[in-house]
């Protein structure tokens, strides 16, 4: 194993830091949101094949043209799943972390101008 491994996978180890949230909070929380729809593996992305990977579908195999029901779990994401969410957060000012994929933002100006206003 080398000694000189240049990332940190030990921290602080056994001897955690005392610390002292705002509001004596017990917990600090981050929300992460990917968001991907439209991103996917598409024939209509000039992919070969229908996403497989990153779907409800287990063992989903890749399909040489459109694959309608892997299409409508994304589609769903940034038609409505996106903004319940977006709406929830806002109402209740939480602050979230957006992993957003170029392509599928791109494919949406809508979500994209929202998540820049939030």
Known sequence: MK???????????SKTPSIKWPNSAKLALQIVLNYEEGSENCVLHGDKTSETFLSEIIGAQPIKGRHINMES??????????????????EKKIPITIFGVGMA????KDVCDAMKKA
Request: no cysteine; glycine share 12%; proline share 3%.
């Open 73 to 90: 779990f994304y589609e769903f994401g940034s038609r409505r799943g996106f903004w319940r969410l977006h709406e929830l957060f806002q």
């Open 3 to 13: 000694k000189n491994y240049p990332r940190n996978m030990i921290g602080y180890g």
């Open 105 to 108: 933002l791109e494919r949406n």
